[in-house]
């Protein structure tokens, strides 16, 4: 055991998560919850008590063999450093995770977090999670990368895994806008899954940050996925699913965020196709709100006040700048056939003279013809209202 | 003024509603307060009154030339009847209408409907209308199409305007899948608007019913429209719009659904697509429910009990076929690299003998392969859970 460079003096709260997180696996919340109530140090030490017997002995002689130290020192060679709370830029989202029940036998706050890349962790508190399904549409691509951009140009950071699909897309979205975006993986932040995204996670690290729960080496295995899904849920200040099928991995990190009561938004798509189905549900359970675009995404996680959104209007119509009255005839004029003025008078309930007087306004107006009867033109009949009207 | 034929003795009512019908314009909610208050008859009686003198004497001149008989005859010369409240198929669903304060200054309950079809009015009590955007995309066409074939195959008929679009479709779809439809017209029910549906008018004429409160031979104007979207609101069960743009007539329907407490689904779409954001609007404000799927459709306006839907669930998977302790041991393999049993047996906890067996087992089940270390299968890949998951 050489001398500790990576940990500092009295930093033995650090040394003893260093070394459970080699031999306790991610998001056992059974252990986590006890490192929580009782300190690392003496549930390590607990653990080494019970060497040489069952049920703990394999994981106290395991725990025995680990050198926190050289961990430690390891790490720091490869770039990577081990966040653990009480640092100062341990992302207090995180300590959340202690009042959820466990789900899928995962939870609780992580023993701590080891991050690849030069952005300080508690930035994150004003991060955007932007998560979906690995076998994304082009439809779902394209609406994650715009929501990611529109997140990165407000200068929040974006969050998001490292699949294919939807996680993809985000980071892509949000590096091409010039904001931060940073991964959670399931394997060690020094590894890369799949190894297709090598050059997009290398960019993260050398950019903004790269995290994972996993210590470094180790394998992407379906718990860690789950156990990573919480991290992604409790980091950042909201999560939008973008594409879901029915049985989604997004639908963990949603279930995440319900219960850590942040904001959950979920982007709607086709009914006919399946990538949005889980969307879909998310929101008909009343579990999400509909976010249509960047601002509504923005109105979804802000503060009180922050980023409300203009709902979007159509475009100003010629009927717009008329006055009420001339409305009123405006609308009693047939689309079709021509009619007298009055059938037009009887139709607004005017008298003869004065509607006689609009309809001359109105066809100044290029709104209606008179020529043979009074009748909508073809401005007036495309000015019309969608949706029903004639 | 010949003998009355349509009208039966005593049925003053009726001759004075006709005769209103011909001078009131549909859903003047000022008029149709006072008939239904005080009555139709005394209402044309005090009009009649008042010929001469200001503000009414215009409505009372033509009031006065109205022949209520010869107007019935005439209609029942043409296919067409008068149903007025009170008549055995009046849609009670209408005098609803009497609640909500006027929308746009239309509102209120019809003098009466003017029918022409076989179809008993009444028998829309069980009707979901089904309405949406003239310029509607591929998407919203196929997808109305689909609701209203589930509504038809469900044996309840089917509401819509006669416009392009989605009203077009949602005939075209309950047709096809033999339901009955109707289309609520705001021009007279003798009269075909656009001229291009002629021949889907007169199949539903012929088959069930188009109906209006506009009298025979009047003109579509944008304040019958208005007027004709609140009888599609009140005739049926609840209305589900398919596509709408921001300013839409369908929006004024869902407006007047959500004002007669009915159910009111919207279909969430691509969110680039501008003619869904009317839609996504009636969702994000609290008004519509989203609905996906015929089913859900028929949930939406079913009572309690019926029609509940099964929410979409993904196909069985090998996983849902093991053991809850093989699936513990098979989600700590890894997907890429190959790790030992030791590895394995860390990862998820069990004893090394415990977690060999298991891995043998999972390897006949083919899940994990154990040639160069254990590592899942392509079944078990493919098998893994979508979104984020290896």
Redesign the interface.
Known sequence: MSAPTAARAGDEDRLARAALSR?V?PG?HRVLRLVRELGAVTVRDALLAQRGQAPAA?VAA?LAEVDPHAELDRAARTGLRFVVPGDQEWPSGLDDLARPEPLQHRGDVPLGLWVRGPLRLDALHSAVAV?????ATT?GT??AGDLAAAVGRAGLPVLS?A?F???DAAHRGALGAGGTTVAVL?CGADRV?P?AHRSLVEHLAATAAVVSETPPGG?????R??S??RLIAALGRGTVVVE??????????ANWTERLHRPLGA??????SAA???A??L??SGAA??V??GQ?VLELVGRAGEALVD????PARPRDRISARQR?V????????G?GSD?V?????F??VETGAELQRLRALGLVDGDAGWRLTDLARRD???????
């Open positions: 031999v696996e056992d394999d395991r998560v979906g399904a690995r076998s439809y394209r609406v895994g699949a699909g939807i996680d399931a899954y190894e394998a992407p295995t379906r718990v996925f789950l990573r899904n879901a099928a029915v049985r989604s991995g997004a639908l963990n990190t982007v709607p798509g086709p009914v006919t949005s189905q889980g879909h549900q929101v008909r709100a509909v249509t675009s509504e709902e979007p209007r159509a009123v405006l609308d009693a004029v047939p689309v079709g056939r009619v059938a008078a009887r139709a607004c309930g008298g003869l019309r209202p969608e949706g029903g009207e004639p």
